[in-house]
């Protein structure tokens, strides 16, 4: 099918545009064998880009990791949660960092539920592998849903405008080369947001509510204890960053009450009454959830954007 929008421009003066094509035509062993590497042209463009390099690296991980995952070749499986059936022991109080009532893992999308529980009055740490920064591709959302963010309170409407990079309806969605095939819809995921700005509002909102943010930590294992969970954290703060970091970050060392914490140890343990995972697709805790023999899914839906201007006439 292709998705096709009408004419509008974002910020940049290019037409947003989204598309999806399949190729009924190909076999389809060959088309899940592809990867970064069947298309030199785009990889060349890719590596030419200024300051472009972490985008690059991450897009090679991410085709690795998806590459194993189609074939079903995934490294062991780690134990990250351990349940253990008597309460925390001495030992364990010793080896703590901090303590909180709410640990989120993932930032990109954790940081909007640990905003709204800090702002609740729960102690609340943020934990993310790389700079939690955003990327500078657009999330498309609906109107909506934004407005919710305003009624949390945990950005103003000023702010989430600055936020916004184009706004179109009603869109066009189109199937095959059938004219007579094709839906209106007003009001759905037509509004261009862009994460780096974003986030870095919320992240800052989130400072300066108190709480704890780790930057750069990677979540090793989970101890589930009968009173609290233990979460093993290891510092990457020596370490290249992984995952997105999009352009236009919003600097966060401004002397505001939160933690932004940068330490030189290599290991942090946190104490915490609850552990939300928002990990994403290749979450530890989500993969330990589904099993050794999990079902593979028949297909992934890959999801394009782009930008391209047209001649008007």
């Not at 421009?9 to 094509?21: D, F, L, Q, T, V």
């Not at 940081?111 to 943020?126: E, H, K, P, S, T």
């Not at 009603?170 to 095959?176: A, M």
């Not at 093993?232 to 933690?259: C, E, I, P, R, W």
């Amino acid at each position: 099918h292709q998705v096709r929008r009408p004419h509008c421009r974002n910020r940049y003066g290019c037409e947003p545009i989204a598309s999806c094509k399949t190729n009924q035509n190909r076999d389809s062993s060959s088309r899940f064998r592809m990867n970064l590497s069947d298309f030199p042209q785009v990889y060349s463009v890719l590596k030419s880009i200024p300051d472009n390099e972490s985008t690059l690296k991450s897009l090679e991980r991410a085709d690795s990791a998806w590459s194993a995952f189609k074939s079903g070749k995934l490294p062991p499986l780690p134990e990250v949660i351990r349940t253990q059936q008597t309460p925390m022991g001495e030992c364990e109080h010793e080896l703590i960092t901090a303590s909180f009532d709410v640990t989120v893992c993932g930032g990109t999308l954790g940081i909007f539920l640990a905003c709204v529980l800090q702002q609740a009055g729960w102690r609340v740490a943020v934990v993310e592998r790389g700079d939690l920064a955003g990327r500078t591709q657009e999330w498309y959302v609906s109107r909506p849903e934004l407005e919710t963010l305003c009624r949390l309170k945990i950005i103003s409407k000023e702010e989430l405008e600055q936020c916004i990079t184009v706004e179109y309806s009603p869109g066009r969605i189109g199937f095959g080369d059938s004219a007579d095939l094709h839906l209106e819809v007003d009001g759905v995921l037509n509004v261009g947001v862009l994460p780096s700005t974003i986030i870095g509002i919320v992240k800052n909102s989130f400072l300066r509510l108190g709480g704890t943010l780790y930057e750069r930590h990677q979540f090793e294992v989970a101890d589930v204890y009968v009173d609290s969970t233990i979460i093993t954290l290891k510092d990457l703060s020596s370490y290249s960053s992984g995952g997105a970091q999009g352009a236009g970050a919003v600097d966060t060392n401004f002397g505001q009450k939160g933690t932004l914490t940068d330490s030189v140890t290599t290991e942090k343990k946190l104490r915490s009454r609850i552990l939300i995972d928002a990990m994403g697709n290749f979450s530890p805790i989500t993969r330990q959830a589904r099993g050794e023999n999990c079902n593979f899914p028949d297909g992934v839906c890959i999801t394009v954007g782009s930008c391209a201007t047209a001649n008007q006439e």
